[in-house]
């Protein structure tokens, strides 16, 4: 009894250590996943998401911020890569009016292209406990020539802007916190950036961390096409064919431009 006991206790700490032991593997796959989408948005003028999903910042739809105050902070966030989250408000009547055309252009982009060097230099400098997986994760995504699939896909902003006012209008809505707890502004998505799939070539990998690149890259995949959580602290879950970002009309933010003009004083 004694004996099993002691290999029962054995496995539990082999089994701590070995959970342990992932967690910063998990920890850096997921924040190269953030830094890549956040890269991918700023580079072409999209607000990131802070949570993607095949479900968020839908044409069609209108959402509610908390954060920011301004409108114009969404284009200073946007150039930064800062997230955005959204909080659903309302459909849009007539969604069949809306509806944007298939995409049919994705384009494929290198990650270590987008993310690697820069990630090294900014999360290793936070975190240098994590050099190791760090480096394995960079040598992975080169020598395994690791691509994310995405595209874009629009309508007009035009007619977004009008029925997103008629329909606040109609539902009487004429302040921002009329849509929810600390709600600043609404906006309505008029274009929208979408993920559609990760790849790399397992049978590239060279030396003997091999097996380790391709377990990240294993990792990494589950991570952007299974819709799993790999994380337990940080994550968000994903779905394939998910929004990552968005542009976007406005209404119902303050008038910040106001706000912030400078008092003229008398000489």
């Known amino acids: 009894m004694r004996f099993v006991i002691a290999v029962l206790a054995l496995t539990l700490v082999s089994t701590a250590q070995s959970t342990y032991a992932q967690e910063p593997e998990t920890e850096v796959v997921d924040g190269l996943i953030k830094r890549i989408y956040a890269t991918l948005a700023r580079d072409r003028g999209f607000n990131v998401l802070s949570a993607p999903d095949a479900g968020a910042a839908q044409i069609g739809n209108v959402y509610y911020v ?6 114009s902070d969404l284009l200073s966030m946007a150039k930064t890569g800062t997230p955005t989250q959204l909080f659903l ?7 069949e009016r809306f509806k944007p055309q298939p995409i049919s252009n994705w384009t494929s982009v290198r990650l270590v292209a987008i993310a690697g060097r820069a990630f090294k230099t900014d999360v290793g400098a936070e975190k240098p406990e994590w050099a190791a997986q760090i480096g394995l994760s960079i040598a992975a995504m080169e020598q395994t020539n690791a691509q994310i ?9 035009i007619p977004i802007k009008k029925a997103m006012v008629n329909e606040l209008l109609a539902q009487g809505v004429d302040d921002a916190s009329d849509l929810g707890d600390g709600a600043t ?10 993920v559609q799939k990760f790849e790399f070539d397992r049978k590239a990998v060279r030396g003997k961390k091999g097996g380790v690149m391709v377990r990240l890259m294993e990792l990494f995949s589950a991570r952007v096409e299974a819709g799993s959580e790999v994380t337990r602290t940080a994550g968000f879950k994903q779905a394939t064919y998910s929004t990552a970002a968005f542009k976007s009309v406005t209404t119902l933010f303050r008038n910040c431009s106001v706000l912030a003009t400078p008092a003229v004083t008398a000489p």
């Open 185 to 194: 502004g609404a906006l309505a998505p008029h274009e929208e950036l979408i």
């Open 89 to 95: 408000a309302l459909e849009l009547p007539h969604q």
């Open 66 to 71: 908390t954060d920011p105050a301004c409108a």
């Open 149 to 157: 699939l995405f595209a874009t896909r629009r309508f007009s902003s």
